[in-house]
C-alpha cells in the first residue's frame, strides 16, 4: 500500500509543518502514529470553519495517523513512547529547542534506544543562537523578507495568503527524511535531520534570495508582476482579470498573433525580453486595450489554444473546479471525510486514503496493544 509501506513514523509533531510532512509520508504508505498531550493538537481549536464538530485546519494535515494520547511529563508516558521510539523508522518533532530532550525523547535519548531512527527536528530559527526565539509562520515571513516582496508596492506589503513558510519547512522536512532513510538502507544507521523555518523560506524565495547573495540586489514588492518577465502579470478584460505568463520570445509572438497584433512582436520597444522590462507600460497598455473586447474566459480559451500560458483569477472554488474539469480528481472522500488530494500520481505505488483525520486519542488502545506484541501496525 504505497511506497513506504511498512515503515513507522512517529509523529511527536503539531500545529503545521510537522504534521504536514506526516501526512505526506502517511499519504506514500507510512504507518504514521501521531502522538498527542491530553490537550490536544493546537489546530483542533482553530476554526471557523467546522466540519463535523472539528476544525476543518486540523483536518487538513492529519489524515492517515493513527492517534493516541500521551502525558510525556510523566514516567508512564515517557516509558510508552520510548517503546514507540524503539519501534519506529522515524521520528518527527517540533518542540521548542530543547522541549524534546526535556519530555526524554531527545535526538540523543531516541538514538539510544533505536540506532536506526531517523530524527527529524523543525524549529524557527535553528538550534544555533536562534534557538529560543518562539516562531509562528506569520513572523517568519515577516523577518524573512518575503512580506517585503509580496503586496502592491514597498507601502502596502501583505503576508502570502497560505502559511507558506510552514508549508515550505513541512516540504524540507519530508524530503529530508526520504533522504536520511535512504543513507540508513545502504548503513544501517539513523541520523539526525534539522529543519527550520527560517532557512526554509529563505530557500522557496529562490530568484530573490538568490539575487542578493549574488548581486547584493533586494526585491520589492511590485504587485502580481514579475522582476525580471514581462508580460507576466494580470490584465484586465471585458469582465475579470486575465494573468498572462509568456515567459519568452516565442510566448509573446503567439500572444501578439492570437491579440490581432502580429506586428507587436517585431516592435523594437518589445522585440525582446529586456525591451518589455524597458517599455512595461506602454506594452500593459497596448494589451489592456486589445483585450477590452472579450471576457477573461474567452481570452483564456483562445489563448491557451495558441500556446500561451494565461488563466482567471479564480477564488478556492474555482480553482478546485478548474480541476475537476481537468480530471485530476481534487477532493477525494476519506470514511466521510472530504479531504484535498495528494499531488502525487504514483503509478506502481499509488498513495492510498486509509485513514480519516484521528479524534483525539481514537487509536490509544490499538496502538498500546500493538507495542505489546511484535506484529506489523
Not at 179 to 185: D, G
Request: hydrophobic residues 40%; negative net charge; aromatic residues 6%.
Amino acid at each position: 500500500m504505497g511506497a513506504l509501506a511498512g515503515l513507522v513514523v512517529a509523529d511527536f509533531s503539531r500545529v503545521l509543518a510537522g504534521p504536514y510532512a506526516t501526512m505526506l509520508l502517511g499519504d506514500l504508505g507510512a504507518t504514521v502514529i501521531k502522538v498527542e498531550s491530553p490537550a490536544g493538537d493546537d489546530t483542533r481549536r482553530w476554526g471557523p470553519p467546522w466540519a463535523g464538530g472539528t476544525s476543518t485546519y486540523y483536518r487538513s494535515v492529519n489524515r492517515n495517523k493513527r492517534g493516541i494520547v500521551l502525558n510525556l511529563s510523566t514516567v508512564e508516558g515517557r516509558a510508552i513512547a520510548h517503546r514507540l521510539i524503539r519501534r519506529a523508522d522515524v521520528l518527527i518533532e517540533n518542540f521548542r529547542v530543547g522541549g524534546a530532550d526535556k519530555l526524554g525523547i531527545g535526538y540523543e535519548q531516541a538514538s539510544r534506544l533505536n540506532p536506526g531512527l531517523v530524527y527529524c527536528s523543525i524549529s524557527g530559527y535553528g538550534s544555533g543562537s536562534g534557538s529560543l526565539l518562539p516562531a509562528y509562520d506569520l513572523v517568519v515571513q515577516a523577518v524573512s523578507g518575503l512580506v517585503s516582496l509580496t503586496g502592491l508596492d514597498e507601502h502596502h506589503t501583505t503576508k502570502a495568503g497560505i502559511p507558506i513558510a510552514d508549508l515550505m519547512a513541512g516540504l524540507h522536512a519530508a524530503i529530508g527524511v526520504l533522504a536520511a532513510l535512504h543513507h540508513r538502507a545502504t548503513t544501517g544507521l539513523g541520523q539526525h535531520v534539522e529543519v527550520n523555518l527560517l532557512s526554509s523560506m529563505l530557500s522557496g524565495m529562490v530568484n530573490f534570495t538568490g539575487a542578493y547573495a549574488q548581486t547584493g540586489s533586494v526585491g520589492r514588492a511590485m504587485g502580481i508582476a514579475h522582476p525580471s518577465i514581462c508580460p507576466y502579470e494580470p490584465y484586465p478584460t471585458a469582465d475579470r482579470p486575465l494573468v498572462i505568463a509568456a515567459g519568452n520570445d516565442r510566448q509573446f509572438a503567439a500572444l501578439c498573433t492570437a491579440l490581432g497584433r502580429p506586428d507587436l512582436a517585431t516592435d523594437p520597444r518589445f522585440r525582446g525580453n529586456d525591451q518589455r522590462l524597458s517599455h512595461r507600460p506602454e506594452l500593459a497598455e497596448l494589451i489592456t486595450g486589445l483585450l477590452a473586447g472579450r471576457g477573461a474566459d474567452a481570452w483564456a480559451k483562445a489563448l491557451g489554444e495558441a500556446g500561451v500560458p494565461c488563466g482567471p483569477i479564480n477564488d478556492v472554488a474555482g480553482g478546485v473546479e478548474l480541476a475537476r474539469q481537468l480530471g485530476l480528481e481534487p477532493v477525494v472522500e476519506v470514511d466521510g471525510v472530504a479531504q484535498v488530494a495528494s499531488p502525487w500520481r504514483m503509478h506502481s505505488t499509488p498513495v492510498s486514503y486509509r485513514h480519516a483525520p484521528p479524534h483525539l486519542g481514537a487509536d490509544t488502545e490499538d496502538v498500546l496493544r500493538w507495542l505489546s506484541t511484535e506484529e506489523e501496525p
